[in-house]
């Protein structure tokens, strides 16, 4: 997404951004505990399962009559979790101003899990620093960086 350039209501131009995290970011507590297989693993198991399918397709003796809604719903089947993955991934929302004279420069970032969940939240931040001048609220996931 690019950059949304909005004018609060103290008049200090803020940068709002959001951008998808392609790998989940270890935070916290949660650094020690991040085991990822990464890419090998990912390339045996899905190698694995289209041989998988290889084998159970040349196998198939030639008088077997599959029906077309068998193959919708492999195709459901096959196309649930990768929809899923993507569909799920966390956004990082961030919004910083340059300050004023009389206002201290701020950033703000915030992690969201979904697409639609970052365009609702990136709407409440425009709405809340046209209104309130401040991009975060008491149950928002954005915080003050330092």
Partial sequence: MGTKTV??????????????????????????????GG??????????????????????????YVPWFYWIVLVIGVGFFPARWYLRRPWTIVAKTQGSYELPPEHWTGMVRGGSAAREETRVVLRSLRTRATPGHADSPLQPVN
């Fill in 39 to 64: 890419r090998g693993a990912v390339v045996l198991v899905i190698s694995s399962l289209v041989l998988f399918w290889v084998l159970v397709l040349v196998w198939t003796p030639s008088g077997v």
């Fill in 7 to 36: 004018i609060a209501a103290d008049n200090r131009e803020w940068q709002v951004r959001r951008n998808i995290e392609w790998s989940t970011p270890a935070m916290g507590d949660e650094f020690e505990h991040d085991v990822d």
